[in-house]
């Protein structure tokens, strides 16, 4: 049973970290959907090297912020690459 019940939170964390709204009127989602291409291109890096594709873009906050505040922004494939390299928990 106490699989069962690690494996449902595991699954509901997932959920609400895919469910983030995308708002595209703020800094951090624009700069998240405009660093779509960095990101394809380092996809097969280190999660800092993704990161650093919003290193200077719009906004103070930090990239993990602006990337982690805008997951809805983002691809499936970038979910789960954060998700597998623990950016954002």
């Known amino acids: 049973m106490r699989i069962s019940v690690t494996l449902f939170t595991i699954f509901l964390s997932s959920v ?3 469910a983030l709204p995308c708002d595209v009127e ?4 624009r700069a998240v959907i405009n660093a779509s ?3 394809n291109e380092y996809m097969s890096g280190s ?5 650093n594709c919003l290193a200077g873009t719009d906004g ?4 993990k912020v602006k ?7 983002v691809a499936p494939v970038m979910l789960t ?4 390299n623990n950016v954002c928990t």
Do not use: E, R, Y
């Open 60 to 63: 103070a906050a930090t990239p």
């Open 26 to 29: 703020s800094d951090n989602c």
């Open 47 to 51: 999660a800092s090297t993704v990161l």
């Open 81 to 84: 690459f954060l998700s597998k």
């Open 37 to 39: 291409a960095c990101f």
């Open 16 to 18: 609400f970290a895919a």
């Open 67 to 73: 990337m982690c505040a805008c997951t809805g922004c």
